[in-house]
T-cell receptor
Framework: DSGVTQTPKHLITATGQRVTLRCSPR?????VYWYQQSLDQGLQFLIH???????AKGNILERFSAQQFPDLHSELNLSSLELGDSALYFC?????????????FGNGTRLTVT | QKEVEQDPGPLSVPEGAIVSLNCTYS??????FMWYRQYSRKGPELLMY????GNKEDGRFTAQVDKSSKYISLFIRDSQPSDSATYLC?????????FGDGTTLTVKP
């Protein structure tokens, strides 16, 4: 068990809808990362937060947004959903911001858009 | 060109074989190197974490880093069916991690 908790485990929704994915990092970790993993692609970095502040953005669509709250949990909001957004969404946490401590992943949220 | 290239696989070996998984990278600024194992429908699990060139051993797993050649490898000795998974290499610079696309390994009993 990595200590990173993601909810829900599965989500099925229709095109055009909006969903929120939630992540609780490991105890003591200040950094939260979001990744998308599709069948035909590897792990795609979406966004990184450190202690409540956005630190880096990757290939995140404008329809997607995230935030990290004072208690360090994070939410990823996906709106105007399209079929192509169906994927596994992983949250990972690490101890620091600029340091190179390894990421610890949750078991993901499987999103299916119909 | 991707910053991290991983041998695509898939790889199928008999139980007990030695497995070699490989990645190359182009960014010499990468400082830390990791290997993750990902079982189906699960999150990636950290296997090895190393900084310097050379070998790091942990049980049946050995991580090898050659910074001069920009090449990293993961060796699995006495492979077991439970090692069947997708293996991802990753490397970091200034807090940003870049992942390979993964190699799927099947170990047949």
């Amino acid at each position: 068990d990595s200590g990173v908790t993601q909810t829900p485990k599965h989500l099925i929704t229709a095109t055009g809808q909006r969903v929120t994915l939630r992540c609780s990092p490991r105890s003591g970790d200040l950094s939260v990362y979001w990744y998308q993993q599709s069948l035909d692609q590897g792990l795609q970095f979406l966004i990184h937060y450190y202690n409540g502040e956005e630190r880096a953005k990757g290939n995140i669509l404008e329809r997607f947004s995230a935030q990290q709250f004072p208690d360090l949990h994070s939410e990823l909001n996906l709106s105007s959903l399209e079929l192509g957004d169906s994927a596994l969404y992983f949250c990972a946490s690490s101890a620091g911001g600029q340091n190179n401590s390894p990421l610890h992943f949750g078991n993901g949220t499987r999103l299916t858009v119909t | 060109q991707k910053e991290v290239e991983q041998d695509p696989g898939p790889l199928s070996v008999p139980e007990g074989a030695i497995v070699s998984l490989n990645c190359t990278y182009s960014n010499s600024a990468f400082q830390y190197f990791m290997w993750y194992r990902q079982y189906s429908r699960k999150g990636p699990e950290l296997l090895m974490y190393t900084y310097s060139s050379g070998n790091k051993e942990d049980g049946r797993f050995t991580a090898q880093v050659d910074k001069s050649s920009k090449y990293i490898s993961l060796f699995i000795r006495d492979s077991q069916p439970s090692d069947s998974a997708t293996y991802l290499c990753a490397m970091t610079n200034a807090g940003k991690s870049t992942f390979g696309d993964g190699t799927t390994l099947t170990v047949k009993p």
